[in-house]
């Protein structure tokens, strides 16, 4: 068991079969020593992908990303999240539906920041039903760079996400993997 | 110099009087070593502040406060930004007019993270006119909890902002103040 599967153990609350309440440490409160151990688990888990780029999305991937950027010494960009956008000709963009929030994002990034050539890791807090992880994974496609992984600090099995991602071939590593929420209680996946 | 001062006349784009886009390392695409020495400046600027937790606002505050966290070792928790809030009773909550979007957000903090006692840094990454800055201040203040000292990574010194502040009694410590940005050129303040 790692830092990460231990600190949802005691400190994350299950609101229900489906929602893990997380915002003690990583996405309202966040530790940060906890950011910096999943960074470091990253940069092993896609040890040796020549990374170029970090992607993630506002705002709860950030500090696990950015913690990852540090360690692997590339940069880091944060897709921003907006209801519309009226202007986008110098964006890269894809709609994203919000299975919590019940509602579509457009998702955007500067055409400055992505571009052939780049290798690029994909850093999400939560894989559930996949949408935001296929919307930054679409968004460096259009840039023709490589998406050389995704990693997600913590996803749910039970959910289809996964299955999505590795039916388009994408390489997937998370770092806490929940098979169930049943009964008010975490249980992990085996490793 | 700093290095920030230098990444900003490097990097930094003038885009008319009132506006330095930093996109390129602070608020869209991120340096994370730059991240890291933002980190290592709040700190030695607030030694022995006896800091207990940093507050920031999310999204472009995350990364330059999660540093900071890191290496004082408390915990962040950044502030989320809603257009209209229904349900308040476990939040605190402030109004934040945003000068940039010209509009207005419900700011909130849940209650659970902040309480008396607390010694709180503020971070953000710019300050213009102050009134993230005054928003965040207003939650510590409603949580009873106390302001230890507002740091920011970039400061307009020609807005009105850091008169608002000091007024109040904060202290404020900005990592580059920006005299003027006339004739598309980066004007430092003195330090």
Redesign the interface.
């Known amino acids: 068991m790692n830092k990460l599967e231990q600190k949802i153990l005691q400190d994350g609350i299950v609101l229900n079969e489906n929602v893990l309440k997380v ?3 990583l996405n ?6 906890l ?2 151990e999943i960074g470091k688990l990253f940069v092993e888990r896609f040890e040796g992908s020549r990374i170029t780029k970090i992607l993630t999305l ?2 709860s991937g ?2 696990p990303a ?2 990852a ?2 360690q692997l ?6 897709a ?1 999240k907006r209801k519309s956008l009226t202007l986008k000709d110098d964006l890269y963009t894809e709609s994203v539906y919000s299975f919590t929030k019940q509602e579509v994002s457009e998702v955007s ?2 055409r ?2 992505l571009s052939a050539g780049d290798r690029v890791l994909i850093i999400d807090d939560f894989l559930a039903n996949g949408d935001a992880a296929l919307g930054m994974a679409g968004i460096v496609k259009q840039a023709e760079a490589e998406v050389v992984g995704i990693g997600i600090v913590i996803e749910k099995t039970f959910q289809p996400g996964r299955g999505k991602l590795i039916d388009l071939g994408y390489k997937v590593e998370s770092l806490a993997r929940i098979k169930s929420l049943e009964g008010g209680q975490v249980a992990f996946a085996e490793h």
């Open positions: 915002d003690s440490f309202h409160q966040v530790d940060p020593q950011m910096w506002e705002s950030i500090a950015v913690m950027a540090l010494d590339v940069p880091l960009i944060f921003r990034v500067s400055k920041f």
